[in-house]
């Protein structure tokens, strides 16, 4: 039983990868389980579109006499009867109604991929916040240490330099400020973690990620993004209708046939066919709204594509100007400030520069607490980026 436990709680903690977690959420969402119920449900509408309408079927009795209606010999118009109706769509319509169907489906399923793309965008915005979160803890954390060491020296100085007693109040406050700032941190991961648990449809306790690996991108363009898809299936689908509506000036055709059974009179059969009459131009008034429709559907097509792409190229600025920040800081100036740091802690030792080291110490965490910003904003402009591109990777 005591195994069971010591599993049951480190399975708990184990943490999940991120590919692992948007594939959970890929396979779970409910969300995006009804949006394939729905493509399914086109898929069905797809192999009935070319059913004929059912046949009609009718049985009667013709004539009955009101002063004799249980004589049926009385005259040639009393008869049974029993005739059959099919209606036949004029050529092609069939055909097209079918194409329509299919670009139905096709406009759901690209609606699906959107859905899809939207769910990945968002889990991984959540995962950065939570990225973010934590590496500032990891900080937090470190300086707290280094604070709580800096007050145990300053004490040691306090007995003979009154001058320190300031700068202990110093270090005091910061280590005050860091505990706040650590308890409110972690507050904020477990609202994230709730975030992602919902996104995955299962529970997370701890991701384990590479915070430098996740930023690393290779752009392909926006033609796969989703929305613009479904504006491209949706144009065929009006092409489509266009066509379709373009035969509504052929008149479906209607063929009938019947027998007639009469008592002391010869039966007989009738055949006949009817169709409607378009000859008040209701076909062409709709021909002319469909093609307005393409219009509208092919300039908004357009302008998504010029918005997609305006915001593509304004991403690449922001994410280069992002590396190029994390550069400086990196290789300019944590190096120049570790050297200070350095510095001011020899000094420290001697009693000489002890004044200086709270102040150099603050700078660091800074410039630390900066430069995992600046990473988890290169991480969420490469997730914008992979949604704008319609990737999921």
Do not use: C
């Amino acid at each position: 039983m005591k195994l069971l436990l010591i599993f049951i709680l480190s399975a708990s903690l184990f943490a999940e990868s991120i590919e692992d977690i948007v594939k959970t959420a890929l396979k779970n969402n409910p969300n995006l389980k009804s949006i394939e119920e729905l493509v399914r449900l086109k898929e069905t509408k797809t192999k009935r579109s070319k059913n004929l309408q059912n046949p009609v079927l009718k049985i009667g009795i013709n004539d009955l006499r009101l002063d004799n209606p249980s004589r049926r010999d009385l005259e040639p118009m009393q008869s049974e009867y029993i005739s059959i109706k099919q209606q036949f769509p004029y050529f092609g319509k069939r055909d097209l109604n079918k194409r329509l169907a299919i670009s139905e489906k096709d406009i759901t399923f690209a609606n699906y991929l959107e859905a899809k793309n939207y769910l990945v965008k968002s889990i991984y915005l959540n995962i950065t916040d939570y990225i973010e979160i934590n590496e500032s803890l990891k900080i937090f954390n470190k300086y707290i240490d280094l604070t709580k060491q800096s007050i145990d020296l300053y004490r040691s100085f306090s007995i003979t330099n009154d001058s320190s007693h300031l700068f202990l109040m110093k270090s005091e406050l910061f280590l005050t400020n860091l505990k706040t700032k650590t308890v409110d941190y972690n507050s904020k991961l477990e609202e994230i973690l709730q975030n992602i648990s919902y996104l995955a449809s299962k529970k997370i306790v701890k991701i384990d990620y590479d915070i430098n690996h996740l930023s690393k991108i290779d752009f392909k363009g926006v033609k796969k993004n989703p929305k613009l898809i479904a504006l491209s299936e949706k144009i065929r689908y009006q092409k489509h209708k266009i066509a379709r509506v373009k035969l509504d000036n052929f008149s479906d055709f209607a063929i009938e046939a019947g027998y007639y059974r009469r008592d002391n009179f010869q039966d007989y059969i009738s055949l006949g066919i009817s169709f409607s009459l378009p000859i008040y131009g209701t076909e062409n008034i709709r021909l002319e709204e469909e093609k307005i429709k393409k219009i509208s559907l092919s300039m908004k097509k357009r302008d998504f594509e010029n918005y997609l792409l305006s915001r593509l190229a304004l991403l690449k600025i922001r994410y280069d100007s992002l590396k190029k920040k994390i550069e400086l800081i990196e290789k300019e100036s944590l190096p120049k400030i570790e050297h200070m740091f350095e510095l001011t802690n020899a000094g420290v030792i001697s009693g000489s520069t002890l004044f200086k080291y709270i102040d150099t110490l603050e700078r660091r965490f800074d410039l630390e607490l900066k430069l995992i910003k600046f990473k988890a904003q290169l991480i969420r402009t490469k997730a914008q980026i992979l949604w704008l591109e319609g990737r999921t990777q």
